[in-house]
């Protein structure tokens, strides 16, 4: 268990549709990173937050939003959905911000079926 | 373009033998090189790590090798066990405040037969 905790596990929505997915970070991980895990893609870094503010991005859509509250739980918001955005969606979180020490510790996923 | 590339997409190895998987990158700025093993279900967990300005590291049964002249990095198990039979990624970092911004290759599916 990496005390990454994501839900929902699974959703199922159709085009067109919004969804949020909420993750929390182990206790203590101050920076949440999100990535998007697609069958032709592989993993990919979406965007990450470091105590409250946005840190880095990647290739994110537009479509796509996040943000890390004051207790630093996170959500990334997904609208507008397309079949293409079915995914595992993976939420990590590490210590520091740009530290070699503090690896990434990734949740178990949610999987996003559009339909 | 793929900057990091597992060219294996599975390997098969007996118990107690030597696993070697092997990954390529393409960008020289990278800084910071990962092992991740994922069971299905579960999301990746983190294995053993590398900097640049190292060649080698080692925790217990896992060894990360780094050639930075041939952009290739390397992961040896041994001995090699059953309950080692996942997907395993290799990611790059570029560091700094890119630390956690990785780069995964796609993955080798390793099978450790009894």
């Known amino acids: 268990d990496s005390g990454v905790t994501q839900t929902p596990k699974h959703l199922i929505t159709a085009t067109g549709q919004r969804v949020t997915l909420r993750c929390s970070p182990r206790s203590g991980d101050l920076s949440v990173y999100w990535y998007q895990q697609s069958l032709d893609q592989g993993l990919q870094f979406l965007i990450q937050?470091?105590?409250?503010?946005?840190?880095a991005k990647g290739n994110i859509l537009e479509r796509f939003s996040a943000q890390q509250f004051p207790d630093l739980h996170s959500e990334l918001n997904l609208s507008s959905l397309e079949l293409g955005d079915s995914a595992l969606y993976f939420c990590a979180s590490s210590t520091l911000d740009g530290n070699y020490n503090s690896p990434l510790h990734f949740g178990n996923g949610t999987r996003l079926t559009v339909t | 373009d793929q900057q990091v590339k597992q060219n294996s997409p599975s390997l098969s190895v007996q118990e107690g033998r030597i696993s070697i998987l092997n990954c390529d990158y393409t960008?020289?700025?990278?800084?910071?090189f990962l092992w991740y093993k994922k069971y299905p279900a579960e999301g990746p967990t983190f294995l053993i790590s590398i900097s640049s300005i190292k060649d080698k590291n080692e925790d217990g049964r896992f060894t990360v090798f780094l050639n930075k002249s041939a952009k290739h990095l390397s992961l040896h198990i041994v001995p090699s066990q059953p309950g080692d039979s996942a997907v395993y990624f290799c990611?790059?970092?570029?560091?700094?405040?890119?630390?956690?911004?990785?780069?995964f290759g796609q993955g080798t599916i390793l099978t450790v037969h009894p």
């Open positions: 937050y470091y105590n409250g503010e946005e840190r």
């Open positions: 960008n020289s700025m990278f800084d910071y």
């Open positions: 990611a790059a970092s570029l560091g700094g405040t890119s630390y956690g911004k990785l780069t």
